[in-house]
């Protein structure tokens, strides 16, 4: 359960927070005044933290400064009137995560909020090195295998170096949970941690993201903005798909690599950061190299530690201990008991490739507690596998997931959570239909969906989707 805690002297705004957050999984605390609100914020300790910059009895800043010294690591979004802009500015350079602006659209607070609580998330939940029978239901690097045991012992090696890491792997294998570890494990894990995906920001905005802008910069650019690495002045960035960035990026964050110093596009002032930098990719960063497609001199600059992250498919036995923590991991969640696996059921998924590897594994078992029954996975609860099909056709057959007979199954089965059951697989049909429509493109397919490109992509991620799945064929 993640908490959202809003201040704001109109009850109105109040009111449509709650409204709008308030769900299974999020609650909503609400305070009208700062003292009311630092009350809760210390008996409580949200995730997120909504905070009006005029409140009645101190300012919103004067708030902030405050609850920083109990917990600087929660993520802060101020609301601001046109009169309390240059207030907003100063409060993300004192490491506010952003700012919204009066009147507020349902639709990007939505959108902000989503990015606020993954970043909490990676910021407060230190995930777990070891695979024991009871593992919680945080984040975990789980495996026992060779490759893995290599892995965390490249995390223990680098966590207490201020170095710059590159952690590489396939799509899917964990690199946001690795990037974690090490930062709960550094001296820096008290400081800011900020995190961008350089794939899902466009190129044009990119460099402003991390570096920040100055007022008049270029279009649209009608105040000064404070970037990410700014932001994690004493603390962590963790740049994640690194090899997605255009070259003017790159070369800054090689300044930034070499002496710590950068500028705000459209600026001329140097400013001196002191922010250690993971990067992570996809990519094999040598062959864009020699196809002048990533600096090489960068390229040296970011592997100083490099860490290597298996496919799930060179994993040896780490398959079923995986498949099992994801049972326990999100069995209480859908209401089911499930713990175990049936040996034809492990067998069945040995024998898939897992181009998704482990986030496609945690995609599997949810979708299998979804439909299973009694106390042991059996094969007939997984959703359709096989090396003649790819991950995009998991959940794109021809049955009617919400039609009557499901419902009817659901009901039979005693489902506890049927509403979760409905709308999870609703949304999993119907964002890879879109997908499949635009063929993968992400800004047409939140067009399309009435929803930012922004919330997309977290919906894909929670939901294990792969948008590279839908892509047409060169």
């Given amino acids: 359960m993640q908490h959202l805690l809003v201040i704001d002297d109109e009850t109105s705004i109040l009111k ?28 409580n300790t949200p995730d997120v933290v909504v905070v009006d910059l005029r409140l009645p009895d101190m300012s919103g800043l004067e708030l902030f400064q405050r609850l920083r010294e109990h917990d600087a690591r929660i993520p802060f979004i101020f609301i601001t009137g046109h009169g309390t802009v240059e207030t907003a500015i100063e409060a993300t350079r004192l490491g506010a995560y952003d700012y919204l602006f009066k009147p507020l659209e349902l639709d990007e607070i939505r959108a902000l909020l989503d990015k606020a609580f993954n970043l909490s998330r990676m910021v407060r939940v230190q995930p777990t090195l070891a695979d024991d029978d009871d593992v919680s239901t945080s984040d975990a690097i789980v495996g026992r295998c060779h490759a893995m ?36 494990h550094s001296s820096r894990s008290k400081g800011p941690f900020q995190a961008i995906n350089c794939a899902a920001i466009p190129d044009a905005l990119l460099e402003s993201e991390i570096f920040g802008h100055e007022r008049g910069a270029f279009t649209d650019a009608h105040r000064q903005r404070i970037g990410k690495l700014e932001q994690a002045h004493g603390g962590t960035l963790f740049l994640d798909e690194v090899g997605d960035m255009s070259p003017m990026t790159q070369a ?16 001329n002032t140097s400013i001196t950061v002191d922010a ?7 990519h094999d960063l040598k062959k864009l190299v020699t196809e002048g497609l990533f600096r090489s ?13 298996p496919p799930l498919r060179d994993r040896d036995d780490d398959l079923g201990i995986l498949a099992e923590y994801f049972l326990r991991k999100y069995s209480e969640e859908f209401g089911r008991d499930i713990r175990s696996l049936a040996p034809e059921t492990l067998q069945l998924l040995q024998q898939y490739h897992w181009p998704g590897n482990v986030r496609e594994l945690e995609s599997v078992m949810k979708q299998s507690l979804l439909t299973a029954r009694g106390n042991v996975l059996l094969p007939e609860f997984l959703p359709p596998l096989g090396e003649a099909r790819s991950s995009t056709d998991l959940v794109d057959s021809d049955q009617e ?44 397919a ?19 989707i792969e948008p590279g799945d839908y892509a047409r064929p060169n």
Avoid at 252 to 267: N, S
């Fill in 16 to 43: 449509a927070f709650a409204r709008a957050f308030t769900t299974d999984t999020t609650t909503v605390l609400t305070a009208k005044s700062g003292a009311e609100g630092e009350a809760i914020f210390r008996q």
């Fill in 149 to 184: 045991k290599e892995v965390y012992k490249a995390i223990g090696r680098v966590a207490s170096q201020s170095l710059t890491v590159l952690l590489l792997g396939e799509s899917g294998t964990g690199k946001e949970v690795v990037a974690q570890a090490i930062y709960h």
């Fill in 252 to 267: 800054k964050l090689l300044r930034v690599l070499q002496d710590q110093t950068f500028e705000r596009v459209g600026g």
């Fill in 276 to 282: 250690r930098i993971i990067a992570a990719t996809n």
């Fill in 297 to 309: 001199d960068l390229y040296f600059r970011l592997s100083v530690v490099t860490i290597h992250l």
């Fill in 401 to 444: 997931f919400l039609s009557s007979s499901f419902v009817a199954e659901r009901l039979e089965a005693g489902s506890q959570n049927l509403y979760t059951e409905a709308i999870t697989t609703a949304e999993s049909q119907l964002l890879r239909q879109v997908l499949r429509h635009t063929t993968g493109n992400q800004l047409k």
């Fill in 446 to 464: 939140a067009g399309i969906l009435g929803i930012s490109r922004v919330t997309l992509r977290s919906k894909l991620k929670s939901l294990g």
